[in-house]
């Protein structure tokens, strides 16, 4: 297995417990309260779950992505901090489209479905940032004739 692989499987295996076990504490939490009615709109107490965890392991999975996966990355950090909060957000569509499915058209328990739903997002994520977000720009040298 690449030593990159295995940085990835690691770091984003810790971040990925850790989102997973702060969506379990947040939806117990949210779910004695029930859907939250703002002024435009509803929140689940699964989707709420999910947007409190995010709060958490998003910084976390970026500083792991930056400084130990794909370190040797020569974009700036801005560039990186940009194209990962993109990928990020296509992340959370997915988690938000899939749980959504999971427990609200096939009843599936909400911890189950959120870790049916991590396989998925997990290989998306991966495979954006190894080729998107923290890919090396190759460098031109240039030739004096």
């Not at 117990?28 to 029930?34: E, P």
């Not at 939250?36 to 509803?42: E, I």
């Amino acid at each position: 297995m690449p030593l990159q692989t295995f940085r990835y499987a690691a770091c984003g295996g810790a971040n990925t417990i850790l989102d997973i076990f702060l969506f379990s504490v947040f939806e117990n939490r949210f779910k004695q309260n029930g859907v939250m009615h703002f002024q435009y709109f509803a929140i689940s107490p699964h989707i709420a779950a999910m947007i409190a965890a995010f709060c958490i392991t998003f910084p976390i999975g970026f500083y792991y992505s930056r400084y130990l996966v794909f370190s040797e990355s020569n974009l700036r950090g801005r560039v990186q901090l940009i194209r990962y909060f993109s990928m990020v957000l296509a992340c959370i569509a997915l988690n938000y489209m899939f749980l959504k499915f999971f427990i609200e058209q096939l009843h599936i328990n909400a911890i189950i479905s959120k870790i049916i739903t991590t396989a998925f997002v997990v290989t998306f994520s991966y495979l954006s940032q190894k080729h998107f977000t923290f890919k090396t720009k190759k460098i031109k040298h240039h030739t004096l004739h």
